[in-house]
């Protein structure tokens, strides 16, 4: 047997439709936060959703009288909840929420058998396998900064599965539980120790990272949230010559919360909410550590060229989050999977 390192890079947007600062963390509607529902969505709801697939099973698609999308526009803009970006934000615009593989290495070189086959594939931050848990999806635990000792961005994607299934969304490639607190894996956030949650907690941040903002093809934030405005204010006035009342009515609404929370709202940290968190971007190292006492852990061993992936062992994985946009309920998320495996000589 000789010893390789399989590194499996994604990429791509999230949605979260999270309750924020100073409203409490389970506000299904919006009250003084910077996101709110309007009228054709559902209830705000914490979970994190990877793919627009989950969105739709979740919530369906719009209806008639909330469509508004030419031919050419992604399809997912008719599911409930999922909002459409102006013009300038081509990169979401064309992406659209899903999160996919782009590429695979072995001991740091491109393998290009092993990226025919995982290109594109579906990666999800899911719940699969955990019992008991009340939202869709696994949401960003903070519980009002009670987790990160007053720091507001300083959260934990939890419960933490990782999955990997191929482009049709068919087949599980690989599929692993990492527990907050390995002696005790069924304990909730709060029942976990502060130096347990820790280990997965960011490990550095970026207040304004312009790698990312030069990713997403942003250059400069408040410019951002002006273009939309002015995009949202002729989207009121088509849907209002259409005949759309509540089309324009929720177009209204988005208005006003990117008018009102791009302004210098207090000397704070809620200054300019929108704009601050656009180039915002944190870094998280940790190992996936679940056992298959814990819960399954899914290996297809026909995806891996031969290559067996070892189960007994942590898995390393790193991701930067950010770019969070207050009025589309959407992230960014770069990352990367690395898989200690094992080539019969």
């Not at 990666?123 to 987790?147: A, L, M, T, Y």
Request: aromatic share 10%; charged share 20%; net charge negative.
């Amino acid at each position: 047997m000789s010893t390789h390192v399989i590194d499996i890079d994604f990429e791509g947007f999230f949605l979260c439709r999270l309750a924020t600062d100073p409203d409490p963390s389970l506000e299904e509607r919006g009250i003084s936060g910077f996101t709110y529902a309007v009228a054709g969505e559902s209830l705000l709801n914490p979970a994190i959703f990877c793919q627009p697939e989950d969105v739709q099973k979740t919530y369906g698609l719009k209806p008639p009288e909330y469509r508004d999308r030419a031919a050419d526009d992604l399809e997912q803009f008719d599911i409930v909840n999922i909002r459409q970006a102006s013009p300038d934000y081509a990169s979401y615009n064309t992406q659209g929420i899903g999160i996919n593989v782009t590429g695979v290495k072995v001991n740091g070189s491109p393998d290009s058998k092993l990226t025919s086959v995982l290109a594109n594939a579906k990666v999800r931050f899911c719940v699969d396998g955990v019992k008991g848990w009340n939202f869709p999806g696994p949401i960003f635990e903070g519980r009002n900064q009670i987790v990160s000792d007053g720091d507001p961005d300083r959260f934990s994607v939890n419960p933490f599965v990782f999955q990997i299934k191929d482009a049709a969304d068919k087949t599980t490639f690989v599929q692993r539980f990492d527990p907050l607190d390995f002696d005790h894996p069924q304990n909730q956030m709060w029942q976990t120790p502060g130096d347990v949650v820790a280990r997965r907690l960011p490990v550095q941040r970026f207040p304004q990272s312009q790698v990312l903002l030069n990713s997403l093809g942003i250059e400069d934030p408040i410019d951002h949230f002006t273009m939309r405005s002015d995009w949202l204010a002729a989207k009121v006035a088509e849907a209002e010559a259409c005949g759309k009342t509540a089309l324009a009515e929720a177009y209204k609404s988005r208005q006003f919360a990117v008018d009102f929370f791009t302004q210098a709202t207090g000397p704070t940290v809620l200054s300019n909410r929108l704009a601050s968190r656009i180039p915002l971007r944190q870094l998280y190292i940790h190992e996936i550590r679940g056992t298959p006492q814990m819960a399954p852990i899914v290996v297809n061993s026909g995806a891996f060229a031969g290559y067996t992936i070892r189960t007994n062992e942590p898995w390393p994985v790193q991701y930067y989050i950010g770019a969070f946009d207050g009025d589309l309920m959407t992230g960014y998320i770069t990352g990367t999977l690395t898989l200690p495996a094992d080539l019969p000589a």
